[in-house]
């Protein structure tokens, strides 16, 4: 039978035997949002066999939404809904209009551009002296060319659920860089597998940025819910996080008026260079783990909004620092893709199920040794 952890021992003979569509034990299938300010959004439904579901949104840069696990939601829902891309401007809120379509598990900032709206020198593509960017940058509202989606079986007793979508951010006189998307999950099993490939599809070098802003809420966010992580050393505060009683560790309830609180950390990687951070709830047993290879992705920013209407935890893996694009281009850390230069990262999204699994990933982080 399907196996309800960890995607081993999936039996493709059995299934032929008791249906006559492996659907009935999971499988992807593309949908269309038909309502509100998300109609028109085209999603790929997966589902596990093990209770996780989740959404990729193709229309939005092939991001997650919901995601749920046995009927539990883990990723964020905020007030905006999944709203399509063709609603979005750039330029609204004086630069700030992403928080206008900001929901789900993952959004994706990029593809040259993360942090707050700014403008920077623009002289590599001898036309427009400046560049003006937008908070977290164009790539989460960009719309994929879906490439493939379907399940595929790598040999009789494993099966993987399987999504690929491009994504391009272009202009005339400026950027052009193409995003490929691969998201993986095997029937049977309780994590979600992202790819990306980055290159620079244009002839002229292109700074590149990168922030994979992964957003978990109630119910798994709740008072008394953990953020466990090797922290090596807190690099930066927010102005509201600077409080000596302001944990960055243990969960509080939504308050009516709460601010942000923001948080760059130092982790320490594994022994095979893999740094992982996740929130567990005890109480429901329930918890989410990310991990990621450290050199592709070598800054983490945890973002807490504790706030009524609003609460939401945010791991956020990056290429650069909590500075943005001018402190980039300042101290030097800004990644410059030549033509037809690319990079490539990855991420591992796994739902811890009981307390066994939230065990496991607390004895991962103490193994690295890093401060309690």
């Known amino acids: 039978m399907v196996k309800a952890a ?16 492996a659907a009935a034990a999971g499988g992807v299938r593309l949908v269309e949002l038909a ?27 092939m991001d997650l939404g919901a995601v749920e696990h046995g009927g539990r939601s883990i990723g964020w829902r905020s007030p905006t809904g999944f709203r399509h891309p063709g609603l979005h401007e750039h330029a ?26 700014g403008e920077v020198d623009a002289a590599e593509y001898a036309y427009q002296p400046t560049a003006w960017h937008p908070l977290h940058g164009r790539i989460g509202n960009v719309p994929a060319r879906l490439l493939g989606y379907g399940e595929d079986w790598v040999d009789d007793t494993r099966c993987v659920l399987w999504a690929e979508g491009e994504m391009r951010q272009a202009r005339v006189f400026g950027e052009n860089l193409r995003l490929v998307r691969r998201i993986e999950a095997d029937l049977g099993g309780d994590e979600v597998r992202i790819r990306d490939t980055v290159t620079n599809a244009g002839s002229d070098a292109t700074p590149h940025m990168l922030l994979y802003h992964f957003n978990i ?55 095979e260079g893999r740094a992982t951070v996740a929130v567990a709830n005890d109480r429901l047993g329930l918890g989410v783990a990310l991990s990621w290879e450290q050199a592709e992705l070598p800054c983490f920013v945890e973002w807490l ?45 796994t739902v811890l199920d009981g307390a066994d699994e939230i065990g496991r990933v607390e004895r991962l982080v103490a193994a690295t040794g890093a401060p309690a």
């Open 6 to 21: 960890s995607g081993a021992g999936v039996d493709r003979s059995l299934l032929a035997r008791v249906t006559g569509d």
């Open 305 to 349: 909004h504790l706030r009524e209407g609003a609460y939401v935890i945010g791991c956020e893996p990056s290429t650069h620092h909590a500075g943005g694009n001018q402190a980039a281009r300042d101290d030097g850390t800004m990644t410059w893709l030549d033509a037809g230069e690319r990079r490539t990262y990855g991420i591992t999204v």
């Open 92 to 117: 609204d809120d004086r630069g700030w209009s992403w928080l206008r379509s900001f929901s789900g598990l993952l959004v994706t900032a990029g593809l040259d551009h993360v942090m707050g709206p």
């Open 217 to 271: 809420g109630w119910p798994l966010l709740d008072e008394g819910a953990r953020f466990l992580a090797p922290v090596r050393e807190v690099l930066w505060r927010s102005p509201g996080a600077t409080s000596l009683s302001a944990s960055y560790r243990e969960m509080g309830p939504p308050q009516r008026g709460a601010a942000e609180r923001v948080y760059e950390h130092d982790l320490v990687p594994d022994e």
């Open 35 to 61: 309502d509100g300010v998300e109609r028109g959004i085209r999603v790929l439904e997966f589902r596990t066999g093990t209770g996780l579901a989740f959404d990729v949104l193709v229309d939005r840069a």
